[in-house]
C-alpha cells in the first residue's frame, strides 16, 4: 500500500508540473498585456518601468525559471490587477468562503444521491422509480444557476423562509448548496441505482442468501459495499470541484469565494493570480483522485494495488 501511494503521489506531483509549464506558456502565449489598458496616457519610460517590474521584458524562458523558483520557495507575488496586493491573501480571502458552500454541496448531494439511488433501486413502486428518473432529468438538464434563480425567487422572495445574499448564518448556506447539489445528485443517485441493481443479481448474493444470511444483512454486508465503489471514485473529483466554487453561484449569492476571482483573473490577465489557482485547482484535483483511489481499495479487497 505504502509503495502504492508513494507511486501515485510521484505521478501527481508529474502532472501537478506539467499543468503548471503548460498553463504558464499557454497564458504568455494569448495576444496582450495585463497593464495594456492602465498604460494607455502614460510615457514610454513609464511603461517600461511597470513592465519591468513584473519582469515581462525578459524572455519567456527566463520568466519561467524565475516562476517555478519562487513557487519552490513559496513565494506566489502579488496580483498584476490589484496592485501590490498578495497572492496568498488573495486566495486567504476567498477560499474559506468557497470550501464552506462547496464542503455542504458535497455532503448534500452524497447523502441525497445515495439514499434516492438505493431507495429507487429497492423498491418497485412506480412512482418511486419516477421520481428517481424525475430528478435525474432535472439535475443533467437544468444548469445550476437557473435552479439557483429559481430556489431565489421560490424561498427567498416569494415565501422569505432563506436569505439571499451572504454567508453570515446556516440559513445562508442552503440555496447555495442546493444549487450546487442538483447536478451531482442526479448523477449520484443514477449510479447507486445501476450500481446496486447490478449488485443484487449477482450470484453471491444468491448464495448468501441459500445460506441464510438475511436479506438485510447481505445487502449491507455485500452488495452495498461494491456498489459503493463507483461512487466513491466520482465523489474524489467532485468533492475537489466543489471546493474550489462556481463563479455563477457565488455571484447570485453575493459570495466572495475563489470562483469570481478565477474568471475575474482570466479577464484581467491577471498572470500570478491564474498561475496560483491553477495550481490550487490541480492539486485538489489530484490529491481527491489519490485518495479516492485509496478509499476504493480499502472498500473492496478485489482491487489489486500494483
Keep these: 500500500m505504502l509503495k502504492y501511494i508513494g507511486k501515485r503521489l510521484l505521478m501527481g506531483v508529474a502532472t501537478l508540473f506539467a499543468l503548471m509549464t503548460i498553463t504558464f506558456f499557454l497564458m504568455h502565449m494569448i495576444p496582450g498585456s495585463p497593464f495594456a489598458g492602465e498604460t494607455q496616457g502614460l510615457s514610454a519610460a513609464a511603461k517600461q518601468q511597470i513592465i519591468e517590474a513584473y519582469q515581462l521584458d525578459k524572455p519567456i524562458y527566463v520568466q519561467y525559471m524565475t ?3 519562487n513557487f519552490f520557495s513559496g513565494q506566489l507575488g502579488t496580483s498584476t490587477a490589484r496592485k501590490g496586493v498578495p497572492i496568498t491573501m488573495i486566495i486567504a480571502n476567498g477560499l474559506p ?7 455542504s454541496a458535497f ?22 422509480q419516477g421520481l428517481s428518473a424525475f430528478v435525474a432529468t432535472i439535475g443533467v438538464s437544468v444548469p ?12 427567498g422572495v416569494n415565501l422569505k423562509l432563506l436569505p439571499i445574499m451572504g454567508l453570515k448564518s446556516w440559513k445562508h448556506y442552503i440555496m447555495p448548496s442546493l444549487a450546487l447539489a442538483l447536478s451531482p445528485i442526479a448523477m449520484i443517485s443514477r449510479l447507486t441505482r445501476s450500481s ?10 444468491i448464495l448468501a442468501l441459500s445460506k441464510g444470511t ?12 461494491n456498489a459503493i465503489i463507483p461512487v466513491v471514485t466520482y465523489a474524489g473529483p467532485l468533492l475537489a470541484t466543489l471546493l474550489t ?8 449569492f453575493t459570495i466572495p469565494g475563489i470562483g469570481s476571482e478565477f474568471v475575474a483573473s482570466v479577464s484581467g490577465r491577471d498572470y500570478p493570480l491564474i498561475m496560483a489557482l491553477t495550481v490550487l485547482y490541480g492539486s485538489l484535483v489530484i490529491l481527491a483522485n489519490i485518495l ?7 472498500i473492496d479487497p478485489r482491487i489489486r494495488l500494483k
Design 67 to 69: 516562476y517555478l523558483k
Design 97 to 103: 468562503y468557497t470550501a464552506k458552500v462547496g464542503l
Design 107 to 128: 455532503v448534500t448531494a452524497m447523502v441525497l444521491g445515495i439514499l434516492l439511488g438505493a431507495v429507487s433501486a429497492f423498491s418497485k413502486k412506480a412512482w418511486i
Design 144 to 155: 445550476s444557476f437557473l435552479f439557483a434563480l429559481f430556489l431565489m425567487y421560490l424561498l
Design 196 to 205: 446496486l441493481s447490478e449488485e443484487l443479481r449477482q450470484d453471491y448474493m
Design 214 to 225: 438475511s436479506y438485510k444483512k447481505a445487502v449491507y454486508k455485500h452488495a452495498l459495499k
Design 245 to 252: 466554487g462556481s463563479f455563477v453561484v457565488e455571484s447570485l
Design 292 to 298: 479516492t483511489d485509496i478509499i476504493s481499495a480499502m
